[in-house]
């Protein structure tokens, strides 16, 4: 498996390079090479002279795609991260220019913050909806933007689509997002994106209070929860991280 591992990440090895970085005898590394070659999971370029992986290597990762639900996987990931910030821990996606609220894991305080699933709510207002529009493609955030409305719902929303860009740039090189008192004043929000096996954000993850609990100088202490379990729900569904971009 460490074999297979190891050839999935760099491909088009030849059989002493593999044996060299890895640190096994060529014997070795050819009798497992030609065990995995038998069933179809890695394969053998004569003219290159070359290993790469086989075409049943996909067929078993589309199996586990298909059985991976984004929303089953996440309700671990979100207790524990409830329990971490004694915060209620949400799961979004985006649909059709808002944030489409999946799942919620509440918290035992009295005051919370409370988006059923199946809530929808507008993008550049929402911590988890600026975690989405930070990577999402540039064409297609400016299709985005020139067909909605970037209404204020406190004096804190961003309300101008070039101060939103600013805030979008600020997430990636920092890797989550705050809706500091954006959609509904008093209550705060802090978001990270999940990613895909392409490393596209299809999903975001928070955790969201009042400003009472979830204070501007508690947010750096609370995006590092919040983007470790953003981390764990990327692999969990088999996804790639993305690093922080400037």
Known sequence: MEVFEYLSEAQGKALTT????????PATVYRILVTLEGRG???????????????????????????????????????????????TANLGVEKEGFVLFLSQVETHASIRAFF???????????????????????????RLLATVELQAFTDRSITNPESLKADLATIRARGFSVDNEEKNAGMRCIAAPVFDINSEAVAGISVS????????????????PVIEAAHQLTLAIGGTLTPPQP
């Open 18 to 25: 593999l044996s060299d970085e890895m640190h096994q005898s």
């Open 41 to 87: 999971l890695v394969e053998f370029d004569h003219d290159e002279q070359v290993w790469h992986i086989g075409p049943r290597a996909f067929v078993i990762g589309s199996r586990f795609l298909r059985r991976t639900s984004l929303v089953d996987r996440a309700r671990p990931v979100m207790r524990k991260l409830m329990e971490t910030t004694g915060e």
């Open 116 to 142: 059923p699933p199946g809530s929808l709510s507008p993008m550049h207002a929402s911590g988890i909806g600026k975690a989405l529009l930070a990577y999402m493609d540039e064409d297609r955030l400016d």
């Open 209 to 224: 209070g009042p400003t009472s609990r979830v204070s501007e100088s508690e947010v750096e202490r609370l995006s590092r």
